[in-house]
């Protein structure tokens, strides 16, 4: 059986010293050995931006795409293998601005796959620009008067777009984080977890003490229920979205592949592409 | 008795007009005509003028008639619209509803039938298509019991009654006709064809089917008019064969999906027309460059933006070979008639997995949806090939590093592996990278890696990359065109060796790479060559000219009004160039 280790390869990250990505990267791989996968086993999409380059720094399939689309790529990915555990993953920018759209219906549709965001409120490799989370009056070198959009409650958003897993975690935590990858691999539909991961460089704001001075832990409110859907909407309100934990969870919902009709109960990948003759007759016929 | 028969039926859209049109032509195609159809059609599902104009012939046709016999009319303005189309032994055949008026300088014959009142009499006016159909049917000489079989497959569901009703109304439709046209009937009598089955389909139709022959088991696609055919059929096909389409949010979402099931290891396609072709260009270099299978459908339309969304046009062409930033190996091929569009879309597969790059499958308007009689397919010729995709030596091997997945090789391909194949992970991205998918900036790798890229389609295998009709060592005429154009052209070539003139015929199948060694020796022999597409700039010209040079003898005939080529069109303007010592 795989340990986390095997699920190291050679390769440096080019992230900054201090940089939140490490902690999901040792998550990912902590979780993966955890929930019993094989290297092999396993497919990391990535989007493009700092984060985006997680799938290069993880022993398992990776494919590190366009900016903003690791979510479109990484549903393919699982609707033609439907063995393989698939993990997306990139930044803020990546996936609530340019792929905003994929997120949303990402959701909605409800494919098997874990979507991983690393949040820093910035754009990093661009050097230091506002992001959709990035706060009103946040000066980055694009708002040099600071931003004057309203920041995005994305896991209200999750929320009011059905998604069936919706979770947050913040990168030092890296016990939480593991066991919260865990259960988003293991919950069979969409999940989302959004990982505070601050950027030491560019985001003076909201640093790692920041968000130790702000953030709560669901386990901390007292009769906190992660299926209640309307607690969970109200609790972020309450908190402006600063908690972490599991904040909802729909164990019920079917995901797309147990939706769709005829959809291979086996990996379509490995399926024989032949179309047997007295079948392509029936489908001439159809049209005669 | 005539060998060909040029009818039409029109009216409101949403009013039927596409159902009258389509229980003639099935009925008519299963007689063994050969059908070709012109849908005249409006962005709007209700109101508007709309037509359904189709060829009848004994022989096979694949172009839009430049006249018409017969004009099916279910309120003023299609006579108004169309009647200059009739010559003047044509028929109009009228609803007496709307009190047809036949304009002044129209030489045909108006006959009017009470298609809404025998109908409403039979208990609901949206029979009055059925009475059309009848009252055609007796102006042609065809027996209405030939309806039988096509009313009862469309109406059975509905029960007996129903049916009954339908073939009522047409025989009610005949008998009125009979009743009141006098002499003209006997001039359009059909001579009878060879009774031989074929299919009756849409370009779009051949090109989903071809997929699913072709192996493709999933689809990710995002509505739009000329290709959305292609997904509502597979979405109906592919769960006998466990797959799907997942109509996405965007056409980014499709062709980016599309590149992860390819990826690992389901052909999959997507479809779209221009303006889903311009999102997709950024995902179009994501495959280019990371190897990726991908297999795209562009059914051409007028563009540019919204353009003329439901017209013919050729335009997108320099964009589907050009289009996306960077430089990537791609192949584009354009299929010229519907059986083309089945056997090419089989190919498209084994190109994209052959040379792991994208293959844009280039369709137009009127090749998607022109509906027309088609030979059956051949099963035999149905072949799947993978490329290099080697699973089993992979799993097998001791070395537990990374692939080398783009490994520099003589011919540029290197091994695929499908992502949960033991011992074969590798990474994959669109940054430039190594051989083992590592990003990297070294010079020599990003010369090495782009050459090796390019490498791949310097001589790819593609069977009859030009349709040539070449009966003539020194021509007076070479006329070259791609995709639908191939019937128009086909048509005119007898009327210019009326003329006197020696005409040789290439359509250009492969457009990218272009294959410029097989046209040269026909540009060559030709005294003059005439380009003909539906463009404003002669995109196919510039091609021809770019890649086997010959730009003086190369002159365009050029149409970007939305509407097909007529062989008249063609003829016309061909004899005028010659007339004024153009060419």
């Known amino acids: 059986m795989a340990t986390f280790k095997d699920f190291r390869n050679q390769v440096k990250p080019n992230w900054c010293p201090g940089c939140g990505d490490f902690s999901v990267q040792a998550a990912i791989q902590r979780a993966a050995a955890n929930v019993g996968l094989e290297p092999d086993d396993l497919a990391v999409i990535s989007g493009i931006g700092c984060s985006g380059r997680i799938s290069g720094y993880i022993n398992a399939y990776g494919f590190h795409g366009i900016h903003g689309r690791s979510l479109p790529i990484a549903q393919g990915v699982k609707m033609a293998n439907r063995d393989l555990t698939v993990i997306a993953s990139g930044g803020d920018g990546d996936g609530f601005a340019i792929g905003m759209g994929h997120t949303i219906h990402a959701m909605r549709r409800n494919i098997d796959i874990t979507y991983i965001v690393m949040d820093n409120q910035i754009y990093g490799l661009t050097k230091g620009q506002t992001s959709p989370t990035s706060a009103e009056g946040f000066k980055t070198k694009s708002t040099p008067s600071g931003s004057i959009e309203s920041s995005l409650s994305i896991m209200e958003l999750a929320l009011s777009s059905g998604c069936g897993f919706v979770a947050q975690s913040f990168s030092t935590d890296l016990k939480d984080l593991v066991a919260i990858i865990e259960q988003g691999i293991q919950h069979k539909g969409f999940s989302l977890i959004n990982v505070f991961s601050p950027c030491v460089t560019f985001n003076k704001v909201n640093t790692y003490d920041w968000f130790k001075q702000n953030l709560i832990s669901l386990n901390d409110i007292e009769g906190y229920d992660p299926h209640n859907r309307m607690m969970a909407m109200q609790t972020l309100m309450e908190h402006n979205g600063l908690v972490k934990g599991l904040i909802y969870e729909n164990p019920t919902r079917p995901s797309y592949q147990e939706s769709v009709r005829g959809y291979s109960s086996s990996a379509l990948s490995k399926q024989d592409l032949n179309l047997p003759e007295e079948k392509f007759t029936e489908l001439m016929a159809e049209f005669m | ?583």
């Open chain 2, 1 to 583: 008795m005539i060998e060909q028969l040029s009818w039409k039926v029109g009216g409101q859209q949403g009013e039927g007009i596409d159902s009258t049109g389509e229980i003639f032509a099935i009925a008519l195609n299963r007689l063994g005509y050969y059908l070709y159809g012109y849908r005249h059609f409006s962005s709007r599902i209700k109101g508007g003028h709309t037509n359904n104009k189709i060829r009848v012939s004994t022989k096979e046709v694949r172009a839009v008639s430049d006249d018409l016999d017969m004009l099916i009319a279910f309120d003023q303005e299609t006579i108004d619209v169309n009647a200059h189309e009739l010559h003047s032994r044509g028929i109009i055949i009228a609803d007496a509803k709307f009190k047809p008026v036949k304009p002044d300088h129209c030489q045909a014959t108006l006959v009017i039938i009470p298609f809404t009142e025998i109908a409403t009499e039979l208990g609901t006016s949206l029979m009055k298509n059925m009475v059309a159909i009848g009252a055609t049917s007796a102006a042609l000489g065809i027996d209405t019991a030939t309806y039988q079989a096509v009313v009862e497959e469309i109406f059975g569901r509905k029960g007996e009654k129903v049916v009954n009703n339908n073939m009522e109304a047409i025989q009610r439709g005949a008998d009125a006709y009979t009743a009141s046209a006098g002499e003209s009937v006997q001039t359009l009598s059909l001579k009878k064809a060879d009774g031989k089955n074929r299919l009756f389909m849409i370009g779009n139709d051949a090109i989903a089917l071809g997929a699913l022959a072709g192996g493709a088991r999933l689809m990710a696609a995002y509505p739009i008019t000329p290709a959305s055919e292609i997904m509502e059929y597979l979405i109906k096909k592919l769960p006998e064969f466990g797959g799907t389409v997942v109509q996405t949010e965007d056409e980014i979402a499709a062709a980016t999906m599309a590149i992860g099931s390819n990826y690992a290891g389901v052909r999959t396609l997507t479809a779209s027309a221009g303006p889903g072709l311009s999102l997709m260009m950024e995902a179009i270099g994501l495959s280019g460059i990371t190897e990726t299978p991908l297999v795209i459908v562009d059914t051409q339309r007028g563009g540019p933006s919204t353009g003329l969304p439901t017209k013919q046009e050729q335009s997108d062409l320099l964009a589907m070979i050009y289009g996306t930033h960077g430089e990537i190996p791609k192949i584009v091929i354009a299929p010229s008639t519907v059986e083309e569009a089945f056997y090419d879309a089989i190919e498209a597969f084994n190109l994209a997995e052959e040379y792991q790059c994208p293959v844009i499958l280039l369709s137009d308007l009127q090749l998607s949806l022109g509906k027309q009689s088609v030979e059956p397919l051949d099963y035999n010729k149905i072949n799947i090939r993978r490329g290099k995709l080697n699973d089993q030596e992979i799993a097998e091997r001791e070395d537990k590093s990374y692939y080398k997945r783009f490994e520099l090789t003589d011919d540029g391909v290197s091994n695929r592996v499908i992502p949960g194949t033991k011992n074969g992970i590798f990474h994959v991205t669109g940054v430039e990278h190594d051989e083992t998918g590592k990003p990297s900036e070294v010079p020599q790798n990003r010369k090495d890696q782009m050459e090796k890229r390019l490498r791949k389609i310097q001589n790819i295998s593609f069977q009859n990359p030009i349709y040539t009709v070449a009966p003539h060592e020194a021509p007076d005429l070479l006329l070259i065109g791609f995709n639908s154009t191939r019937g128009s052209i086909e048509e005119v070539i007898p009327r210019l060796e009326a003329d006197g003139l020696k005409v040789n015929h290439a359509q250009i199948r492969l457009v990218h790479p272009f294959p410029a060694d097989e046209l040269k020796p026909l540009l060559q022999a030709a005294k003059k060559v005439i380009v003909v597409e539906h463009n404003a700039t002669g995109q196919l010209a510039s091609l021809v000219k770019m890649n086997a040079g010959y730009g003086e003898k190369i002159e365009s005939i050029l149409k970007y009004d939305g509407n097909p080529f007529l062989p008249g069109d063609i003829h016309q303007q061909c004899k005028e160039m010659f007339a004024n010592g153009h060419i």
